[in-house]
């Protein structure tokens, strides 16, 4: 049992499981790494230097995140002059559904990659498991191209942890999806300010 379902367990009342739930989360926002996100943000500041592209990859509620992501970034830094490249993979549908359809689920991600990515490009994968095969079939591709491979990542990090250059990681028992998700929105917001005040 994780500790959201004991919460649920223990909890006599909404109001406590909401004080649970919030306590629980801040106490694994006080155990982030911060150098992990101060080396997540220098990846990406390096990135808009050069001109590269930041591709965001997730399924379900981190497809939604990668999405975000994206807009923070790449609108929301309101750089003009320089600005982020960054792109969500989730986000066309005929796409998604026609590489699905066509070569497999496992594959949604790594061809649209091979289509655009070039060397020194970024890939972010977001996913709390860390064990999605299509997002691990992107990463390994992205690696042999040599593109910059970032994982955000909750659990124990699963596979995907074992195959990103760089990891974000919120340490926390199996099926705590809900906090691993706003930790994950959390980051994207830290980083979005950040690179909007740079």
């Known amino acids: 049992m994780n500790t959201i379902e004991k919460l649920f367990k223990s909890a006599p009342s909404k109001e406590e499981f909401a004080e649970g739930y919030l306590t629980y989360l801040a106490d694994l926002l006080n155990r982030l790494d911060v150098t992990e996100i101060s080396k997540f943000i220098n990846i990406i500041c390096q990135a808009q230097k050069r001109g590269a592209r930041i591709y965001f990859i997730g399924n379900g509620g981190s497809a939604a995140t990668a999405s975000h992501f994206a807009n923070d970034f790449s609108i929301g830094s309101r750089d003009w002059a320089n600005p982020i490249k960054a792109i969500a993979l989730t986000d066309n549908v005929a796409i998604l559904t026609a590489i699905a359809n066509d070569y497999g689920y496992d594959d949604v991600f790594r061809l ?87």
């Open 112 to 198: 649209q990659l091979q289509c655009q990515a070039v060397k020194g490009d970024v890939v972010v994968a977001i996913s709390a498991s860390g064990n999605s095969r299509n997002l691990i079939s992107a990463i390994k591709y992205a690696n042999e191209e040599k593109m910059i491979t970032v994982g955000l990542t909750g659990f124990d990090g699963g596979e995907l942890k074992k195959h990103v250059q760089q990891s974000v990681h919120i340490e926390c028992p199996s099926g705590e999806y809900g906090p691993v998700e706003d930790i994950h929105m959390v980051i994207d917001h830290l980083v979005g300010v950040y690179l909007m005040y740079k």
